[in-house]
């Protein structure tokens, strides 16, 4: 979206925003600019005729920066902190778990100042970017990471980077990847990015707003995700009440006999899941032994989630006729990880007409009828 500013009497101007429910309630909220102009700039489309439109490069103190080229070895607080992309978490804050240092020497040429903006230049982060703070200490910017200084006078690294949180910005990161066989947005291209500039004082005025706007959805998401934790909370609460003391709350009880456990309705009874299951590991894979004779589709543990499976784009390989009986799998099986996060599970409902399973999954098929995976 085009970013709204302060209109001629003191209110936020309209959004140029993209066509949706949540785009046309919030231009509902804000009054109209007397005037707009057609940027030039398709994927930004009208902006107020007031506003400059000025490439990135042009508005900086000294030219875009890229990091250095160190391996991120050192865990020394006396030293530079060294930023990388993996260390910029999604709501724009440093994680202090993968903090890393640098040596003084090879930090020197990338120290980072209050306000520089650090844009992610390849990979899956390509147009990620980041406003450092000096509350966070001495730091330098690695090398898959580009430093834009912005000349102060000239525009608010505030609000450049709220820019690039925008949807215009990103429409503007798509037409680069049209061009490109590789993710991949070097200096030069950040530096041709064309930004709408208002007014110093208003330029401060939509940073406030959003500020004060943003952090209201952050207040609102937050209370829904922990609304969401304490459901989940209850959800398995209710699943381990009921599969390890039932549904009738005055049922004599016994002890089970099992630490982990506790008491059990004296009813019931315990007994190791070998006894009840079928246990068996999936075929071991050999890529070098494939013919490509007896193919067939196989789950990895990638594809056993929490109560789900993938069964989209699986990968084959051969099963020889008396494999294909031993490893087949049929509605019903029980699907356990034996790595990764290990104990994960899924049934098989039948999703594929053929499938088998690889090493790192554990099956469990019920011995008796009786038996409920579920």
């Known amino acids: 979206m085009a970013v709204g500013s302060l209109g001629s009497d003191g209110g936020y101007g309209a959004m140029n925003m993209a066509h949706d429910g949540v785009g046309e309630a919030l231009s509902r909220r804000f009054r109209p600019y007397p005037a707009y102009k057609d940027s030039g700039v398709e994927w930004l489309g009208q902006i107020p005729a007031h506003w400059a439109l000025c490439r990135l490069k042009f508005i900086l103190q000294e030219p875009l920066h890229y990091g250095a080229n160190e391996p991120a070895e050192q865990v020394d607080e006396d030293l530079p902190r060294y930023i990388r992309i993996t260390d910029i978490s999604d709501d ?136 969401i934790e304490l459901l989940q909370e209850k959800r398995n609460a209710l699943i381990a009440q009921a599969v390890t003391r039932g549904l009738d709350p005055g049922v004599p009880m016994k002890e089970s006999g099992v630490e982990w456990l506790g008491e059990i309705p004296s009813h019931w009874e315990v007994a190791p899941v070998y006894a009840r299951y079928e246990v068996a590991l999936g075929k071991m894979l050999d890529a070098k032994r494939v013919t490509g004779e007896s193919l ?49 599970t899924a049934i098989w409902n039948g999703e594929l007409d053929e499938c088998f399973y690889q090493k790192a999954i554990h099956r469990l098929r019920p011995r008796s009828v009786s038996e409920i995976p579920r």
């Open 296 to 344: 067939g589709k196989f789950l990895r543990n990638v594809d056993v989630q929490w109560d789900a499976l993938n069964v989209d784009d699986l990968p084959e390989m051969d099963f020889s006729p008396s494999e294909r009986n031993r490893y087949l799998l049929l509605k019903g099986d029980l699907l356990v990880c034996e790595g990764g996060e290990v104990g994960r």
């Open 92 to 227: 724009g804050r440093l994680r202090g778990e993968t903090f890393r240092s640098i040596p003084e020497a090879v930090a020197k040429p990338h120290l980072l100042q209050d306000g520089d903006i650090l844009f992610a230049r390849s990979g899956a982060t390509v147009g990620k970017t980041f406003r450092y703070e000096s509350r966070w200490g001495r730091a330098a910017h690695a090398g898959y990471l580009i430093r834009a200084r912005l000349d102060r006078q000239a525009c608010s690294s505030r609000f450049v980077q709220f820019f690039t949180t925008s949807q215009s910005y990103w429409n503007w990161m798509r037409s680069n990847f049209i061009q490109a066989t590789i993710q991949n947005v070097s200096a030069e291209r950040y530096g041709n990015l064309q930004i709408p500039i208002p007014k110093p004082r208003e330029q401060q005025a939509i940073v406030n707003h959003l500020y004060q706007e943003t952090a209201k959805i952050d207040r609102l998401v937050a209370r829904k995700e922990r609304l």
